[in-house]
């Protein structure tokens, strides 16, 4: 039984709510009572399932909501149905699809809560307060409750992400369709990564943070957009909530008025899934990840967490949220930064940061001669230390080089203890010091077991001064086996095909570090640093021309 306090809750909603001007138009008595939740049902047609799931709204909902319907030029005898409701009514001549619909009826929302509602669904006695119960707390953007379809099977429970011939792990899948009840797994509540939207309970504030329905990347009439707003949701560090104690039936289809329209749908849903996986295929793992490791599904190969922290799986949700945080506060800085640019000189100086471990030979007999040796000559190179043990400062200084500066860290970077991830962000901490260290207009990365070809910084500066370009990358010659190498880069900038060695940068960037936790999110640090740049904006630019040789890696970080 859910513990909802209807009264308190809307009483402070009603004394808190602002009134927008095109309420001035409003009935005196809709006017007067403030809602506390504004329940948006899409119609285009379909007037028997409008009509069922309106009346069973107002027998099993306490007098605390207020009816949105957005009519899609139904020419069924809706339109006459709607004059005879007390509530918010939007008419559109020719029907807009499901993702504009639900925004125009955000656009008119009063309600502290909003509920999202197809109309071919029917609710039961109870069904709204687990729902207000659940999208109450903080860290939730949505509830959903257990969808039944006509014959008392599940339509719809959550969406988990799997594999398919297209994409790895970021495929969206309504699960256990067509199920009974009893054979589901433990209907109980659960976090998914993402529901549909055919019934939804969320904050209007988690509306008005996230924005609206993406209406312009899902065509007509929709499919996907509902997924698409529930992953930025949970990108912004909000959960999503299935709560089996809410119950509602949900026939599907019955929006959709005639054959015609079906097969509309059919065809948008084949495009809007491909749109939807070019959005996101750039995100961390984890974000379509489950969080409990232990869920299994029909033996398929489902997106759960992996990772742990001290023997416990992380929890995404608000690593995600942190995350985000860092990212919008990175897009302030790069406007900064770009407002603050000065003139440069026509050869400025170039930093090179190594950073290194116990590599010394490697080190000075193949890396530094290959940076030394650059047909660009205004250089320097910052060499730090991971606390290294072994002979590196000698090496180093018997280079005699004044162009290099060696610092050796006098503690150790705190890292993983698993191999894999440790792995992904081994060398950060000495990396980042390189970066505080650079004295250098522009910043060129190298490990220290890879060498430059020798017009690796003369070629993509000149290619970066040529496009105005802030972030420039080429080609690698990457060993893949024992001396077999394969030529690795591409555009635009994607996981696995851009490296770090390969990538020369301007230094008002330097507020981008690399970040000691992306192991979290199933990301190596280059390319999540690569990516959080990609995804701010930074002005980037491929040089299709090999600047680097990229050595099967001998030794590790940490090893």
């Known amino acids: 039984m859910s513990a909802f306090d209807f009264s ?21 008595t809709l006017k007067a009572r403030v809602p506390l939740v504004s329940v948006i049902i899409p119609v285009s047609g379909g007037l028997d399932f409008t009509r069922e799931c309106v009346d069973s709204l107002q027998a099993h909902t306490q007098p605390v909501f207020e009816l949105v319907v ?55 006695p109870g069904w709204l307060e687990p729902l207000l119960e659940d999208a109450s707390r903080s860290d939730v953007a949505s509830a959903g409750p257990l969808q039944l379809d006509g014959d008392g099977n599940v339509w719809h429970i959550g969406t988990i992400f799997v594999p398919d011939n297209r994409v790895s792990a970021r495929y969206p899948l309504h699960i256990c369709l067509g199920y009974p009840p009893e054979l589901v797994m433990p209907l109980e509540n659960r976090e998914f990564p993402a529901m549909n939207f055919a019934c939804c309970v969320s904050r209007k504030e988690v509306f008005d943070e996230i924005g609206p329905l993406d209406s312009r990347r899902y065509s007509f009439p929709g499919y996907f957009e509902d997924v698409d707003w529930m992953l930025r949701a949970r990108e912004a560090g909000y959960r999503n909530l299935f709560d089996p104690r809410s119950t509602i039936v949900h026939y599907g289809g019955g929006g959709l008025a005639s054959p015609e329209m079906k097969a509309t749908a059919e ?158 962000v081994a060398g950060v901490v000495p990396m980042n010091r390189c970066i505080e260290l650079a004295r250098g207009t522009w910043l060129a990365p190298l490990d220290d077991d890879d060498e430059f070809t020798p017009w690796h ?39 696995g095909h851009i490296t770090r060695m390969a990538v020369l940068y301007h230094s008002m960037l330097s507020f981008f570090k690399y970040d000691i936790e992306s192991w979290k999110l199933e990301e190596p640090a280059d390319w999540n640093m690569s990516r959080r740049m990609k995804e701010s904006g930074v002005k980037m630019g491929f040089l299709d021309r090999v600047v680097g040789v990229h050595y099967r890696e001998r030794t590790r970080f940490g090893a």
Not at 335 to 352: F, G, K, N, Q
Not at 463 to 489: H, I, L, T
């Open 8 to 28: 308190s809750e809307r009483l402070r909603h009603a004394a808190e709510h602002e009134p927008e001007p095109w309420e001035d138009d409003l009935p005196p």
């Open 70 to 124: 957005v009519d899609n030029g139904s020419d069924d005898g809706t339109p006459e149905y709607l004059d005879t409701l007390e509530g918010i009514t939007i008419r559109n001549e020719t029907n807009l699809g499901f993702p504009k619909s639900i925004n125009q009826g955000l656009s008119r929302a009063r309600g502290k809560y909003v509920c999202l509602l197809n109309n071919d669904t029917r609710v039961f």
């Open 267 to 424: 065809a948008a849903k084949e495009r809007n899934i491909k749109r939807f996986l070019e959005r996101w295929h750039d995100s961390p793992p984890v974000l379509f990840q489950l969080p409990d490791p232990g869920f299994e599904f029909e033996d398929r190969d489902v997106s759960r967490v992996k990772v742990e922290e001290q023997g416990v799986p992380i929890d995404i949700t608000p690593l995600l949220g942190n995350k985000k945080r860092q990212f919008q506060r990175e897009q302030e800085l790069l406007a900064v930064a770009r407002a603050l640019r000065a003139d440069e000189d026509e050869r400025p100086l170039v930093s090179v940061l190594i950073p290194t471990y116990n590599n010394a030979r490697i080190l000075t007999e193949l890396t530094l001669p290959s940076v030394l040796n650059q047909t660009y000559k205004n250089i320097e190179v910052v060499i730090v230390g991971d606390q290294c043990v072994d002979d590196t400062a000698a090496r180093i200084a018997a280079l005699g080089d004044d162009r290099i500066t060696f610092l050796n860290l006098e503690e150790r970077g705190s890292y993983p203890e698993d191999p894999w991830n440790r792995w992904r």
């Open 457 to 495: 910084v003369d070629s993509l500066m000149t290619f970066a001064s040529r496009n105005d370009r802030e972030f420039v990358y080429g080609k690698v010659r990457m060993e893949k086996d024992p001396g077999v190498f394969e030529e690795v880069g591409s555009y635009p900038a994607k996981h």
